[in-house]
């Protein structure tokens, strides 16, 4: 591995990458033997260290701090800006393999990156509408969630109003949960993927018929 770098890192050792190791930086597969066995992750992961010390003077805690954030999917930060952020998710709904359950938010991360204060969260997982994980984190979908219930709020609805939403969400996910028991055994590909596509026609047959609405209830023009 240090012969891979040392072009870019030429005053790279090997007791600096055991430096690095004992700090709980790295943490390469061990053979039976003993010997360490380095991924290609674990090259990307040096890598990010090393550039990340040499170009911005960083101490190991932040970048450490950074390593973490970076473990539970979210991308790395800008050193401008050094706020690790979740990766950007195009279609709101997820597509048909759903939004990465890698990402694994903190409550202050959603907050901030939803835009929810901490009563408006505590409000809107009262009401059903996210929920947190077993590990105490959220994921991608909860934070689609929140920024939706962020957005609305801005319009005057509480979680109390979008209780509403809820409740025709659960019975979405029962009439396409009654789809995919009766075709159960009847697909090649994974039950996910057979899932996410149903979902997928449903939610676009849904929002062509608001978007019907839209146009022919409220101009676009006055």
Do not use: C, N, W
Not at 85 to 90: A, I, L, N, W
Not at 96 to 110: H, I, N, P
Not at 132 to 146: F, H, N, S, T, W
Not at 196 to 220: K, N
């Amino acid at each position: 591995m240090i012969s891979e770098l040392s072009e870019e890192f030429p005053d790279l050792t090997v007791s600096k990458v055991r430096f690095l190791e004992s700090q709980g930086l790295l943490s390469p597969i061990r053979t039976p033997s003993g010997y360490r066995r380095y991924s290609a992750a674990d090259r990307e992961r040096l890598a990010y260290i090393l550039r990340t010390q040499r170009d911005h003077f960083l101490p190991l805690k932040v970048i450490s701090e950074h390593l973490e954030a970076m473990d539970r999917g979210l991308q790395p930060p800008l050193i401008t800006d050094p706020t690790p952020r979740p990766p950007e998710v195009v279609t709101p709904a997820g597509s048909e393999r759903g939004v990465d359950a890698s990402v694994r938010l903190s409550e202050d991360e959603l907050l901030r990156e939803s835009g929810l204060t901490e009563s408006e969260l505590a409000d809107a997982m009262g009401q059903g509408l996210l929920a947190v994980g077993k590990d105490g984190r959220y994921g991608l979908a909860e934070l689609q969630a929140a920024t939706a219930v962020a957005g609305l709020a801005a319009y005057g609805m509480s979680a109390r109003h979008l209780r509403t939403i809820r409740l025709a969400a659960d019975r979405h996910i029962g009439f396409v949960d009654q789809i995919l028991g009766a075709r159960a055994g009847s697909e090649d590909r994974p039950q996910g993927e057979v899932a996410g596509s149903i979902f997928l026609l449903t939610r676009q047959l849904e929002g062509a018929m608001l978007a019907a609405h839209i146009r022919d209830g409220y101009p676009a023009s006055r």
